[in-house]
Each structure stands twice: as structure tokens, then as C-alpha cells.
């Protein structure tokens, strides 16, 4: 029997007990972590990512500060209100939501986030951090994936990892992660040679490629483990449209031991473990140590 893995439920235990760390903290030591997020200019996903993050975040207990510019922002100005966040101590953690408008240097804006504050896991320090095996922030979609695959595989030392996309948001810190907990880990991309034969070597798949239903059912080798990145929108047929993953998800999961839907896998963690983060942060700024979740 293939187990369904339900992100959307992962995630909202995730969230209670960020909830209850958040307010432990707060009993300790007399303080109540912050997120900031950027949004600049009108793009109506990132405003629904911006939206949910807040939301989120509030539900946390954490404090939300919301900063919407203008698309037409200079990138000094923008730099300016970094510096600004970075020195405001009720600010724990920073995101700026990408992508950016095309008049921005989005590189430059994320190196001049405070690293301790770099809830994205973005900046160079902490992606160092994380190949290094030191404490870093690291990227939350990764992440949420980690937890994923831990809950339905507790020992993941010794196995074929194959991540499909080498972005420097999911693929890379994925392997980096799975590297970290001595799976042997193959990143294939979009000049990858034989890439189905590699899939089919996968106790653990990954697919970050952002093709809708590209990884086909036979390309999944009974029992593995497949997780599901991608968000892709495809026309219903009807006028509207439908989510679907880079998975082909009918035909994979009768032979998968564990898979993700799209939607209600992978997305709904990202968001999770972002609050975890900021939390994270939060404690580690003052010297606190960070709670296991
Ligand atoms: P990118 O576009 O940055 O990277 C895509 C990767 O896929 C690249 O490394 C590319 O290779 C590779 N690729 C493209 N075509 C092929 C192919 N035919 N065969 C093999 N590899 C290929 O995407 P992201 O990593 O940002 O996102 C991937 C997907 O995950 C998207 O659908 C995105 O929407 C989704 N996503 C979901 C999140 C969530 O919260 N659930 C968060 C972030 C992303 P190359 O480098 O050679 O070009």
C-alpha cells in the first residue's frame, strides 16, 4: 500500500508546535520573535505567498511586519530598508519575496540580509553553513522536504538519492541535506544523459524541475520514496486550470512505498518550516538554544 504523504496535516502540526515553542520563549525569556517580508511591485502570486506567510506567522504568535513597495523602487531604497531590518532588534527573521522587478539586482538585495536573519536560507554564509555542516538557516522547501521524507524513512544513511533540478532554492540545498544524512546523491538536470535509467535508481526521488508530469510513472522504482516539488498550472480543458507536480502522479504512486500530491504535499511545508526558521533565528540571536520540533 502506498502511503499518501499529507503535507497539509505535516505542516500544520509543524505550525501548532512552532506555536507553542514561540510561546514557551515568550514565558522564558520575555520576548516574541519577528518575520519581515518585502514585497515589492504587484505580482498577484508573490501578494498570495506575502498574504499566507503573514497569516501564518500571526497564527504562530510570531509578530508580522509587512513591507509592500512600489515596483518602481530603486534598488538603493530597497537596500535602505534592509539595513534598516537588519538593525531592528523586534526583527528576527527577513524575506524578500522573489522575483524581484528586473531593474533589481535580486543577488545583491539577498547578500545584504543579515545572515542570522536570512530566513530564506539564501545567503551565501548560510548556504556555506549548510554544505559545511555548521548551524545555518537553511532553505525552507528543502527542508519541509526532509521532514517528509524522515517521517516515512527513519534511516536514510545509505541511500540512492536522485534530485531532478539543480536550483539553488531546492536541488542544491536538497542534496546538500541528503548528503548530510549519508544518502548517496545524484543531481541530475536539464543535461543529464539517461536521466529515466538514473531515476530508476532511486530509493529517494526528488523532482524540482517545474515540467508538468515529466517524471513518468516508469521511471519510479518500486518502493521509493518521491517527493514532488513542482507547482505547475496546465489547462483543465474547461477554460480554468489545475495544479499538477512534475510528477506523473497517477502513474507513479501505485509504485511509489510514499509519495506527495500536488497539491497538498510539499507546498504547505514550505510555509511551515519558514515560521520554524524565523524562530530559529529568534533564539539563536539571543543566545537561546532553538528548540527541536
Ligand atoms: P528552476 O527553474 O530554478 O530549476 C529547474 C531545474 O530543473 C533546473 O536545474 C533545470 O536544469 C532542471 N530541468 C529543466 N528541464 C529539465 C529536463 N527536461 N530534464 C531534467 N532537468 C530539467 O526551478 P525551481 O527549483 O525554482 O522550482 C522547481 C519547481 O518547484 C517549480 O515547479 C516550482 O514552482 C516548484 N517550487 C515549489 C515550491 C514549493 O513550495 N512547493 C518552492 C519552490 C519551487 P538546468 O539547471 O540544466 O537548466
Given at each position: ?20 515553542a514561540?510561546?514557551e520563549i515568550?514565558?522564558a525569556h ?105 548551524p ?143 524562530l530559529v533565528?529568534a533564539c539563536r540571536?539571543r543566545g537561546i538554544q532553538p528548540p527541536t520540533?
Open positions: 500500500m502506498t502511503t499518501i504523504i499529507d503535507g497539509k496535516a505535516i505542516a500544520q502540526a509543524l505550525r501548532a508546535r512552532v506555536g507553542e514561540v510561546a515568550g514565558r520575555g520576548i516574541q520573535p519577528g518575520l519581515a517580508v518585502v514585497l515589492v511591485g504587484e505580482d498577484p502570486a508573490s501578494a498570495v505567498y506575502v498574504r499566507n506567510k503573514g497569516k501564518a506567522t500571526v497564527e504562530a504568535g510570531l509578530q508580522s511586519f509587512e513591507h509592500k513597495l512600489d515596483a518602481s523602487i530603486a534598488q538603493a531604497d530597497l537596500l535602505a530598508l534592509i539595513d534598516r531590518l537588519n538593525r531592528d532588534d523586534a526583527v528576527d527573521g527577513i524575506l524578500v519575496q522573489l522575483p524581484l522587478p528586473a531593474h533589481i539586482d535580486a543577488e545583491r538585495v539577498l547578500q545584504a540580509i543579515d545572515p542570522a536573519k536570512d530566513v530564506d536560507g539564501f545567503h551565501p554564509v548560510n548556504v556555506g553553513r549548510l554544505w559545511t555542516g555548521a545555518a538557516l537553511a532553505p525552507c522547501t528543502p527542508t519541509g522536504c526532509m521532514r517528509m521524507i524522515r517521517g516515512v524513512l527513519p534511516k536514510i544513511s545509505g541511500r540512492e538519492a536522485v534530485i531532478v533540478g539543480r536550483s539553488n532554492i531546492v536541488g542544491k540545498p536538497m542534496a546538500a541535506m541528503l548528503l548530510a544524512e549519508s544518502a548517496t546523491v545524484t543531481i541530475a538536470h536539464s543535461r543529464t544523459q539517461d536521466l529515466q535509467q538514473r531515476c530508476l535508481n532511486a530509493d529517494i526521488l526528488v523532482a524540482a524541475v517545474g515540467r508538468p508530469e515529466m517524471i513518468r510513472g516508469d521511471w519510479v522504482k518500486p518502493g521509493a520514496i518521491v517527493i514532488d516539488v513542482g507547482i505547475n498550472r496546465v489547462p483543465r480543458g474547461d477554460g480554468k486550470s489545475r495544479l499538477v507536480g512534475d510528477v506523473a502522479y497517477d502513474e507513479a504512486a501505485p509504485r511509489a512505498r510514499a509519495i506527495t500530491p500536488v497539491p497538498g504535499g510539499v507546498g504547505p511545508m514550505t510555509i511551515a518550516c519558514l515560521i520554524e526558521n524565523a533565528a540571536r520540533l
